[in-house]
């Protein structure tokens, strides 16, 4: 085993835990009520024995338990671009809970999910007119893939049934997500799920330290042609990917790579879904990604940004014609054209929620910010270029990607190691594959960006 493994924190603190097999417990928390929460994404055993707790939020910081105060570089998980705790949206929040707290989505309605689809309407691309309320990224996709094949079926191509994603992609965690999407790791655990082929990433050593859209790559869209002819069109129901990846590291789709898609989509009789729950509203510069880039797709999911956090809430929008075929085929009027949804699917708290965050977005012209302060962000990222271990570096908007070298064997190992030293700094980033990630809120400042960006820069001259 090499040194630098043997030194590794996590391998101490694996000892550790060896020799002590009690949690402790934290500050505010019994070991017995760390255990009990099985936590989402974490690995569960370190967090535990060194647990990161956040008390309270407020603009673009976070406070912890323990009273520091915690830059918040990843705008929550992607979700809370007009900073923290927005009185506009909890006034709305509390206003909602005491008036109507629920009502039930199905066969009855409340005025607020009518007022939000049209908002999102408003937001959106021309021809996007129809929008299908979720609790989440993973649920809007997963909706968005029935409503493909329910969509064909109805028109009667009931082959047109598998999906065609890209390597990489990241579409949440249910079956379908994970089906089309193109990370092994959060799939082999759990088996194959939906049929679905993959199309290649994007990424071009050519490419590194490209700013914004990449020059090269656009050809690697032809490879749909290689699968249509490998599956035929008559078996295809719809391609599905991110404008750009962000949880694969952010990656910004090369020049005229998205048109190409939708070109072949269009040939091909192929329905396009953009999954744009990251960039969506407003991350990339403009309202949303497909505007931002210049290509509009048959259906689009958005979520995080939706309520800026604050509630659980996806939104599928889809072209006119989508919903038309599903309510032409829908049978007597007493019949349910599209047999699918949640119990919270537009829940009136999340509604009310989403109607304050969009207000907030379009008055304070957040993504019209976004865009102006995005060389400003770019050119700060793009100082990270020869620091320690940094081999990549990609951006868009607010958004931007730090890949580094591996250690043998480990790609995963020295993103969290940078993560942590952040941490200690006061500055949360997110970390995942060999990447870093990096995501503002619309709201932040040069000078924050700035001691961002210099605290990161720190925090690799210091990795071991
Ligand atoms: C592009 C994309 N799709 C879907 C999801 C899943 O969203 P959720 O975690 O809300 O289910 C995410 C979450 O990061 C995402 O980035």
């Not at 918040?72 to 206003?95: M, Q």
């Not at 994970?178 to 993959?198: E, M, P, Y």
């Not at 190409?260 to 309202?287: A, P, Q, W, Y």
Request: glycine share 10%; with cysteine.
């Amino acid at each position: 085993m090499p040194d630098n493994v043997e030194s590794h924190p996590e391998t101490q603190a694996e000892t550790q835990a060896e020799t002590q097999p009690e949690l402790q417990g934290s500050s505010v928390l019994s070991a017995e009520e760390l255990r009990a929460h099985w936590m989402p994404f974490t690995g569960n055993r370190q967090f535990k024995r060194s647990p990161r707790l956040f008390a309270s939020a407020e603009g673009v910081y976070y406070t912890t338990v323990d009273g520091r105060k915690v830059f918040d570089g990843l705008s929550g998980l992607w979700t809370c671009g007009l900073g923290h705790c927005r009185p506009e949206i909890s006034e709305a929040v509390s206003k909602q809970i005491a008036t109507l707290d629920y009502s039930p989505g199905f066969q009855y309605g409340h005025p607020l999910s009518f007022k939000l689809a049209h908002k999102v309407v408003e937001l959106t691309p021309a021809g996007l007119d129809q929008v299908f309320f979720t609790d989440s990224g993973s649920e809007t996709i997963d909706t968005a893939l029935k409503m493909a094949r329910g969509y064909w079926r109805s028109r009667g191509m009931p082959g047109k049934s598998k999906f065609i994603g890209r390597i990489k992609g990241y579409h949440g965690v249910n079956y379908g997500g994970i089906g089309v999407g193109g990370i092994g790791f959060n799939r082999k655990l759990f088996g194959q799920s939906v049929d679905a082929d993959h199309i290649p990433h994007t990424v071009l050593p050519e490419n590194d330290f490209s700013r914004g859209m990449p020059e090269k790559g656009a050809h690697l869209a032809d490879e749909l042609e290689e699968l249509v002819l490998l599956h035929d069109a008559s078996n295809i129901a719809a391609v599905v990917v991110e404008p750009m990846s962000g949880t694969s590291g952010v990656l910004p789709p090369p020049k005229g790579y998205l048109n190409r898609l939708r070109e072949i989509c269009d040939k091909h009789n192929i329905l396009l879904i953009f999954d744009e729950v990251i960039t969506g509203l407003g991350r990339m510069g403009s309202l949303p990604g497909a505007e931002e880039f210049g290509v509009t797709p048959d259906i689009m999911t958005l979520a995080k940004q939706i309520t800026n956090g604050a509630q659980p809430l996806g939104a599928v929008v889809t072209k006119a014609d989508i919903y038309d075929t599903f309510m032409d085929q829908g049978g007597p009027d007493y019949m349910v054209e599209f047999p699918h949804g949640y119990t919270y699917s537009a829940h009136p708290v999340a509604c009310a929620a989403g109607l304050a965050a969009l207000d907030v977005l379009e008055k304070e012209e957040l993504p019209q910010r976004v865009k102006s302060m995005s060389a400003y962000f770019e050119n700060a990222v793009h100082q990270l270029k020869g620091a320690p271990y940094v081999k990549d570096i990609r951006n868009y908007g607010f958004a931007a990607g730090v890949s580094l070298e591996h250690y043998p064997g480990e790609p995963l190992r020295r993103p969290f190691e940078l993560g942590l030293k952040c941490f200690d700094k006061g500055f949360y980033i997110r970390w995942g594959a060999d990447t870093v990630q990096l995501a503002p809120a619309f709201v932040v400042t040069e000078q924050q960006i700035d001691s961002f960006i210099n605290a990161v820069g720190e925090s690799l001259h210091e990795l071991p």
